[in-house]
């Protein structure tokens, strides 16, 4: 019977997209191996390095015992979930080209694991919901980005953060908008200036100018009256 209870040997890397599933299921197998030959605690830790690879054992070779051991590991193999990610990918979870409606429902119960529901008053269970509607139908990616960066996320601080983050967009767009404007190119400030209309006194004063020297000119130098003719 031992030996149908007897764990494969652990050697999944902590990258690999299912290493948090093959580590749990592992564990447990392991734990009931280790229950069933009634080893010692002292002596798992021993019992844990046979049945696992080498590289799965540098990973806890300075460990003494056998729960660091598996808090170390624990650490490494289990991801934190994303409470409102996950709540997000199982409201947008739709059924697949051909899948069965068992298939589907067992895939939204995957999915709801790492949803984290608790029991809850109504005007909480309210809030979630809402906050759960308001990630998702966030118009703006950025905003709806740093909501996901938030492992656990209740209403208020969602409406929080996406506040903040939508008046320093609107600052933003006022800043450089004023930017633009302040640091106008030379070039510009100069094809500006010459193209200002002239002011109709300088326009008059500038077409007169020719007739006043012309007039000045048609004097007599000696009398001052106008040109004798001469005969």
């Known amino acids: 019977m031992d030996r149908f209870l007897r764990p494969e040997r652990l050697v999944v890397d902590p990258n690999d997209p299912d290493s948090q599933r093959i580590w749990k299921h592992w564990l447990h197998t392991f734990e009931k191996f280790a229950l069933k030959l009634a080893v010692p605690e002292g002596e798992k830790f021993d019992l844990l390095c046979n049945f696992i690879s080498h590289a799965v054992y540098e990973l806890i070779s300075e460990c003494t015992d056998f729960e660091s051991a598996v808090n170390t590991l624990n650490g490494l193999y289990v991801k934190q979930t994303n409470e409102v990610y996950a709540r997000y990918l199982l409201s947008n979870c739709k059924q697949e080209t051909g899948q069965s409606v068992v298939r589907y429902i067992q895939r939204l119960r995957l999915l709801a694991k790492d949803c984290h529901f608790r029991a809850v008053s109504a005007l909480e269970n309210q809030n979630e919901a809402i906050r759960d509607a308001f990630v998702s139908g966030m118009s703006s990616p950025e905003i709806r980005q740093r909501l996901l960066e938030y492992s656990s996320l209740d209403l208020a601080k969602s ?48 077409d007169s100018t020719p007739v006043t020297i012309a007039a000045a000119q048609d004097k007599c130098y000696f009398c001052g009256g106008a040109i004798h003719s001469r005969s």
Request: hydrophobic letters at 30%.
């Open 159 to 206: 409406l929080e953060v996406a506040r903040s983050l939508e008046m320093a967009q609107k600052h933003s767009v006022t800043y450089n908008s004023q930017q633009a404007t302040t640091f106008q190119t030379p070039q510009a400030q100069q094809s500006t200036t010459s193209e200002l209309p002239l002011c109709s006194a300088v326009e008059d004063t500038i």
